[in-house]
C-alpha cells in the first residue's frame, strides 16, 4: 500500500512531532492549556470602539483564544456557555456597554463560576499607543507563544475575612487570572519563548485607611534582547552575518561599506578615527531596563572527533585563563516595549455561577447580619425548589419513556396477532379442495364461471345434438354466422 501524503506547507499540524509542544512550533495551544473566549454581549450596540478593544484583548489572549469569532445579534449568553464544554473553554471575558455609556467587563470561569465584574474606567487601543511611540515595535512572532503573567498587589498581609476587601476575596481574584494561561516551568521553558508580559497591578488607595475599592490596570509589553558591551556597527556586522545565513534576506539591513576605505573606518568611531566605540563611548544612552546573563542554547555544528578534542582543550586554557567564565553565557540587555491596550479595571462585584447567583461581594452595598442571614435562606429556598423541578422532570422523562416502552409492546403484541390472522387466510388459500361437497364424482365444478347465460346455452347445445342438427351448426360457427343459435336463445 502506498505511502500517505503529509501536507507539509498547509497543514497545521503536519510538523508537529509527539510529545511536543504546539503552541512553541506553530502558534497552536495544547489541549490542556486553558482556552478563552472575548465576547461582545450586544455586537450591534457596543460601539466601533469598544469593538476595537474586544480585537486588542483577543491579541493579548493569543493563542489560546477563538481569534477570529465572529458575534450576532441573536446569539445569547448561553449560546456561548453551552459550547464552552465541548469546545473546552475555560474563561469567558465579556465586554458590554450600558444605557448610560459605561462600559463593563465581566470575567467567568466555567462551567461554574465564579463571574467578577469589571467596570473599564479608562482604556486606550492598541493603535493609539503605537502612534505614541518614537519606534512602535510591529506584530511578528511573538503572539505565537502566551505571555508572562505578572501581577503586583493583588495581596495584600494585612488584610483577613473582617476586611473591605476580604483575604477570600484576594484569593479568588488571584486564582481567576492566574489560571488565564497556561503554567511556565522555570527548569523546561526556553527563554527565547517567552516574548511577551502581561502586567496586572492592583492600585493601592491613597488614604492611609482602606476605602474597599479593587482597581487593576492592564498593560501589555512586547520583550526585545540585545546583546552588551558591543558597538552599534558591530552589532550590526553581527545581524548581517545572522541574516546571510538565513535563508531569507533583505538587501537593506547589510551595511554600506561602499564609500569606506577599510573596515576599520566603520569598526572604530570617536573623533580623527581614535578609540574603539562601544555604547558607552558612542554618546548614546543605554535604552535597556536590565542586564541579564542568558546561556545560549543554540545548536552548534558537530565536529570531528580530532577537531573536537583540540577545541575542548583550547575552551579549557581559556577557561582558565578567564578564571572560570563560561562561554556559552551571553550578556544581553532586555527592553520591553508597550503593544497595547491599556485598561484600567474596578471591581465592583462578584457572583456565583456564570452571570446568575448569589452576590459573594459587592463595592457599595453591604449588608447585616440579618439580612444575610435573610439573603441565605432565600437562596436555599431557590434551591431546593430547583432540586424539586428537577425531580419532577426526570420523573415525567421516565413516565415518557416508560410509556413510550409499553406503546411499543402493545404494537409489537397487535402486529403479531395481525400476522396470525393473515396466516390462517394463508392456510385456507392453501387448502386443497379435491375432496369438497361442492365438487361432483367426475371431478367437474358444480357451477358455471360463465352464469345464468352459459347454462342456457349448454341446454340449447343438448337439445340441437338431439335433432341432429349440431353438424350442421359446427358448420355455421366455423363460418361466424350463428343465426340459429341466436334465434333458439330468443325463443327462450
Known amino acids: ?178 489560571s488565564l494561561f497556561p503554567p511556565i516551568n522555570p527548569q523546561t521553558t526556553p527563554l527565547t519563548s517567552i516574548q511577551r508580559v502581561l502586567l496586572l497591578n492592583r492600585e493601592k488607595s491613597d488614604d492611609s485607611e482602606e476605602d474597599g475599592s479593587f482597581v487593576v490596570n492592564f498593560r501589555h509589553y512586547a520583550i526585545t534582547t540585545k546583546p552588551v558591551g558591543l558597538s552599534k556597527p558591530l552589532r550590526r556586522l553581527n545581524a548581517a552575518e545572522k541574516l546571510l545565513r538565513s535563508k531569507k534576506g533583505k538587501k537593506g539591513d547589510l551595511p554600506n561599506l561602499g564609500k569606506l576605505q577599510d573596515i576599520s573606518e566603520f569598526m572604530v568611531g570617536g573623533e580623527n578615527g581614535d578609540g574603539y566605540m562601544t555604547d558607552a563611548t558612542s554618546g548614546s544612552e543605554l535604552e535597556s531596563d536590565a542586564e541579564v546573563d542568558i546561556l545560549n542554547s543554540a545548536p552548534r555544528r558537530v565536529k570531528v572527533a580530532a577537531k573536537a578534542k583540540a577545541a575542548a582543550k583550547d575552551d579549557e586554557e581559556e577557561d582558565g585563563e578567564g578564571e572560570g567564565k563560561n562561554s556559552h553565557v551571553e550578556r544581553k540587555a532586555i527592553k520591553v516595549v508597550e503593544l497595547g491596550p491599556r485598561m484600567r479595571l474596578r471591581l465592583q462585584k462578584v457572583e456565583e455561577g456564570i452571570c446568575a447567583g448569589k452576590v459573594l461581594w459587592h463595592e457599595y452595598l453591604h449588608k447585616s447580619k440579618q439580612e444575610m442571614l435573610e439573603l441565605e435562606q432565600k437562596w436555599e429556598k ?22 413510550k416502552e409499553d406503546n411499543k409492546k402493545t404494537k409489537k403484541a397487535d402486529g403479531e396477532g395481525q400476522g396470525q390472522e393473515e396466516d390462517d387466510d394463508t392456510d385456507m388459500e392453501d387448502y386443497d379442495y379435491s375432496d369438497a361437497d361442492m365438487y361432483d364424482d367426475d371431478g367437474q365444478d358444480g357451477f358455471d364461471s360463465e352464469g345464468l347465460a352459459g347454462d342456457a346455452e349448454e341446454q340449447v347445445n343438448s337439445r340441437m345434438e338431439e335433432d341432429g342438427d349440431w353438424e350442421e351448426e359446427e358448420e355455421e360457427i366455423a363460418e361466424g354466422n350463428s343465426g340459429r343459435t341466436k334465434k333458439a336463445l330468443g325463443k327462450k
Do not use: W
Request: glycine share 8%; net charge positive.
Open 382 to 403: 431557590r434551591r431546593k425548589e430547583k432540586e424539586a423541578r428537577k425531580k419532577l422532570q426526570k420523573e415525567n422523562v421516565e413516565k415518557k419513556r416508560k410509556a
Open 1 to 178: 500500500m502506498a505511502k500517505r501524503r503529509v501536507k507539509k506547507r498547509t497543514h497545521a499540524g503536519a510538523n508537529i512531532k509527539k510529545g511536543s509542544q504546539g503552541a512553541n512550533l506553530n502558534g497552536h495551544a495544547n489541549m490542556r492549556d486553558p482556552k478563552s473566549m472575548v465576547i461582545r454581549i450586544g455586537a450591534g450596540e457596543v460601539g466601533s470602539s469598544v469593538s476595537q478593544l474586544v480585537t486588542d484583548v483577543r491579541r493579548v489572549m493569543e493563542p489560546g483564544t477563538a481569534a477570529r469569532l465572529k458575534e450576532r445579534k441573536a446569539n445569547r449568553l448561553r449560546d456561548y456557555v453551552t459550547m464552552c464544554g465541548p469546545l473546552g473553554v475555560t474563561h469567558l471575558l465579556l465586554f458590554s456597554r450600558s444605557d448610560s455609556g459605561n462600559t463593563n467587563m465581566r470575567l467567568c470561569t466555567t462551567p461554574r463560576g465564579p463571574t467578577f465584574h469589571f467596570r473599564v474606567e479608562k482604556y486606550a487601543l492598541a493603535k493609539d499607543v503605537r502612534k505614541a511611540q518614537r519606534h512602535p515595535r510591529g506584530g511578528g512572532k511573538e503572539y505565537i507563544t502566551p505571555p508572562l503573567l505578572v501581577m503586583n498587589n493583588f495581596t495584600t498581609p494585612e488584610s483577613d475575612a473582617k476586611a473591605k476587601v476580604p483575604k477570600y476575596l484576594e484569593t479568588t481574584i488571584t486564582t481567576a487570572f492566574q
